[in-house]
């Protein structure tokens, strides 16, 4: 019997992303070659999914829904990244289920903060930070006889080629550099990298250099994608299912699961050439890496979301030890006929006239001139089933209450403590606050004062937080108000309730 559980999952990992996969789908010898042998070699002693789809392209909603086997919707998660959203306490997550059936549960994340402010991460009573050893220090100390260890790694997302893991050696990465500079070269970007520049940032500016330049993303992207996704397999993994191993984590106590929370690469139905994962729901953003440790039931080529995946881990893995929520799926009853899966993600709205973008310049540019006015932020939903694909466009969210002063105050507030920590300036930051409340400044002119700072340097995070994007950049800098704008947007979305009888209603082909 399994008496421990090891979930890795590879953020941005897509379903064609390992070479045995690419032999199931294309079939062999019909695709490119990825030498990504870890990755093969335990899909073929286990299962693998071919049919897989995420519930969202933001990992933030996606891992909502594989921690409580639930939709969007009803877990509450539904945009990127929001300081006053949280996980719906209406549900239950997976390690909450485990705790009540004595699993000790351990959680790592390379990014802990995506999970940490909307508590995504909720149930884990082990939650170790950015350091992979801290991770196999707590293991070693605190494990029990029934484990659950989960790993979020960040590698194979963009930037390309760089290993996350801070207790890693730094030797491992340094191909990197070489790797910013060459694609700089292929594009014609002229300006001198810094080797101090933190590796986000290096790659922020080659990511903007192309959408602002209109250059062919998938052609330019695409081949460093693939071989980060080689390097990772041949590297990390190869480490963390060696460790694993050394502390009694096997093929025949364990149950694993390889997953994906969502891919990479087409990311507009219109434009072809754009690669990343936001944006709309296409085949490449949606579909998911899958593999598990092997099943009974072969599932392998049934339409599967990843909010299947709670209930397959307790299934199989617990063999029904004890009373277990099942009431996840309730939307399925609404599709009697033939088996559909949901997913969801959002995109800005730009008014009537303009409701599709056709373009990353073209949305920039509207974006600039038109956000001020934007009063909604539209959500993709899809309806995968076996046969057909529908995605809805184009719904608006109603967002009136979301100007409300005192919510944006609460809004501002937060992200200041998560984004600047412990605050030097905090008296200034009150003076302003006080000024705000007071109509003496704007809103946007507060959020600018906060991200000059100095105390963003205290806790970098995303590139659009920091400082050189802001001076230096026009475009950035409205894309990064513009981001700000948007978390405020979506706050509506905890607050509106899906209704799939009205989605029926604009169902596109
Ligand atoms: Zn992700």
Redesign the pocket.
């Known amino acids: 019997m399994f008496k421990n559980i090891v979930v890795i999952l590879i953020?941005?990992l897509r379903a064609d992303g390992t070479n045995y996969s690419r032999d199931l789908i294309y079939g062999k010898g019909n695709h490119d070659l990825i030498k990504t042998p870890n990755l093969d070699n335990f899909s073929k002693k286990g299962t693998i999914f071919t049919n897989a789809y995420s519930t969202n392209t933001?990992?933030?909603s996606?891992?909502a829904s594989f921690f409580t086997g639930k939709y969007p919707p009803v877990h509450g998660i539904r945009s990127f990244f929001d300081f006053e959203q949280q996980l719906s306490s209406k549900v239950k997550t997976l390690s909450e289920n485990l705790n009540s059936l004595n699993y000790q549960t351990f959680f790592y994340s390379d990014i802990p903060e995506l999970f940490s402010v909307m508590d995504i991460w909720r149930g884990f009573k082990i939650k170790t930070h950015s350091k992979m050893n801290w991770l196999w220090n707590s293991v070693e100390d605190l494990k029990a006889e029934c484990n659950f260890i989960f790993i979020h790694t960040?590698d194979v997302?963009e930037p390309y080629l760089l290993i996350e893991d801070k207790s890693e050696n730094k030797k491992i990465n340094e191909d990197y550099y070489d790797t910013i500079r060459e694609i700089r070269k292929k594009i014609h970007l002229k300006s001198k990298i810094n080797q101090k520049e933190k590796p986000h940032n290096a790659w922020s500016e080659i990511r903007n250099f192309i959408e602002i330049n209109k250059i062919d993303q998938e052609g330019t992207l695409m081949q460093y994608y693939s071989k980060g996704i080689e390097k990772f397999d041949r590297l990390r993994l190869t480490k963390i299912y060696q460790r694993l191993n050394s502390m009694g984590f096997n093929d025949n106590n364990t149950f694993f699961v390889f997953l994906?929370?969502?891919g990479e690469g087409k990311t507009e139905f219109v434009n072809n050439t754009n690669f990343a994962?936001s944006g709309e729901l296409t085949e490449e953003t949606t579909k998911i890496f899958l593999s598990t440790s092997k099943l009974g039931t072969p599932l392998n080529e049934n339409l599967f979301s990843i909010s299947f995946l709670k209930n397959l881990i307790i299934n199989n893995a617990v063999n029904n030890r004890s009373r277990i929520d099942y009431d996840y799926f309730k939307f399925k009853k609404l599709f009697k006929e033939e088996k559909y899966i949901y997913a969801e993600t959002f995109i800005y709205y730009l008014g009537k006239n303009n409701p599709h973008m056709t373009d990353n310049t073209t949305r920039l540019v509207n974006l600039n001139r038109k956000f001020i006015n934007t009063e909604s932020i539209v959500y993709n939903r899809g309806l995968i089933g076996e046969k057909s694909k529908i995605i809805i466009k184009n719904q608006p969210e109603k967002v009136d209450s979301l100007y409300k002063e005192k919510k944006i105050a609460g809004l501002i507030k937060k992200s200041y403590h998560f984004l600047f920590g412990r605050s030097p300036e905090k008296n200034a930051y009150n003076l302003f606050l006080r000024k705000l409340k007071k109509n003496e400044i704007t809103k946007k002119a507060f959020i600018e004062i906060l991200i000059n700072s100095k105390e963003k340097k205290l806790k970098p995070f995303f590139s659009f937080f920091q400082k050189k994007y802001f001076d230096e950049n026009k475009i950035n800098t409205n894309l990064m108000k513009l981001r700000l704008e948007i978390d405020k947007i979506l706050r509506v979305s905890t607050e509106n309730k899906v209704s799939f009888e009205k989605i029926k209603e604009y169902v596109e082909f």
């Open positions: 953020d941005s933001y990992t933030t996606a891992h960040f997302h994906s929370d969502h994962h």
